[in-house]
Nanobody
Framework: QVQVVESGGGLVQPGGSLRLSCAAS????????MGWYRQAPGKQRELVAR???????NYADSVKGRFTISRDNAKNTVYLQMVSLKPEDTAVYYC???????????????WGQGTQVTVSS
């Protein structure tokens, strides 16, 4: 069984920082990071940051220069470092990863449970 667990969300003042983590555990033989997404109330889920298959990074225009996606493949973990946070960054943040299971050798799409980020004074 595989678990994908997010952590690191919370309440922060404008201009503050947070680091989100997304860790996968279980019988994993492969771990591929797709990206981080967010969904604000009343809005559609949107891509925030992602890795391409070639290992490059892409960011939404609204977060460029403020957010950084990174990964630790040895720990099956992906991070999202967020600085200079703004109220409009308030949303539930989700990680999306692809995992190859030891039992089947097939790749599956997993989403984290979501972590709330609230930017407010």
């Amino acid at each position: 069984q595989v678990q994908v667990v997010e952590s690191g969300g919370g309440l922060v003042q404008p201009g503050g920082s947070l680091r989100l983590s997304c860790a996968a555990s279980g019988s994993i033989s492969g771990f591929y990071v797709m990206g981080w997404y967010r969904q604000a109330p009343g809005k559609q889920r949107e891509l925030v940051a992602r890795f391409t298959r070639g290992g490059n990074t892409n960011y939404a225009d609204s977060v460029k220069g403020r957010f950084t996606i990174s990964r630790d493949n040895a720990k099956n973990t992906v991070y999202l470092q967020m600085v200079s946070l703004k109220p409009e960054d308030t949303a539930v943040y989700y990680c999306n990863v692809h995992i190859v299971l030891v039992t089947t050798s097939r790749e599956y799409d997993y989403w984290g449970q979501g972590t709330q980020v609230t930017v407010s004074s």
